[in-house]
Nanobody, 130 residues
Framework: QFRLAESGGGLVQPGGSLRLSCAESGFNPDYRVLGWFRQVPGQEREGEREGISCISVTDGSTYYSNSAKGRFTISRDNANDIVYLQMNNLKPEDTGNYYC???????????????????WGQGTQVTVAS
């Protein structure tokens, strides 16, 4: 069975850090991209979610949105099938519900968008506020 289980969200002050985790199971072991997407209040559809960062299981290549570059790092624990998103220097505009996702692709280029997502996790809330 397919399974994605996110954790690590919470309330943090501006400038703080959080690490999101997503434990995955049941997917093709070699052919997929794993990603983190953010949905903010006012967005109602999956298609409106912003691709924050993605990583290819096939070749390890990564993608970061402009807002994530230099502050966020995506990584994967291959032995335990966990993908992480380390978020540093958080800003109030980083607030949102963060979803782990599986994209059925061997490459990350052009794929870190909702259209390509084949499976969504349930989401974990991140709130950045004083």
């Amino acid at each position: 069975q397919f399974r994605l289980a996110e954790s690590g969200g919470g309330l943090v002050q501006p400038g703080g850090s959080l690490r999101l985790s997503c434990a995955e199971s049941g997917f093709n072991p070699d052919y997929r991209v794993l990603g983190w997407f953010r949905q903010v209040p006012g967005q109602e559809r999956e298609g409106e979610r912003e691709g924050i960062s993605c990583i290819s299981v096939t070749d390890g290549s990564t993608y970061y949105s402009n807002s994530a570059k230099g502050r966020f790092t995506i990584s994967r624990d291959n032995a335990n099938d966990i993908v992480y998103l380390q978020m540093n220097n958080l800003k109030p505009e980083d607030t949102g519900n963060y979803y782990c996702a599986v994209i059925p692709s061997g490459v990350v280029e052009g794929r870190c968008v909702p259209h390509w997502v084949g499976y969504w996790g349930q989401g974990t809330q991140v709130t950045v506020a004083s």
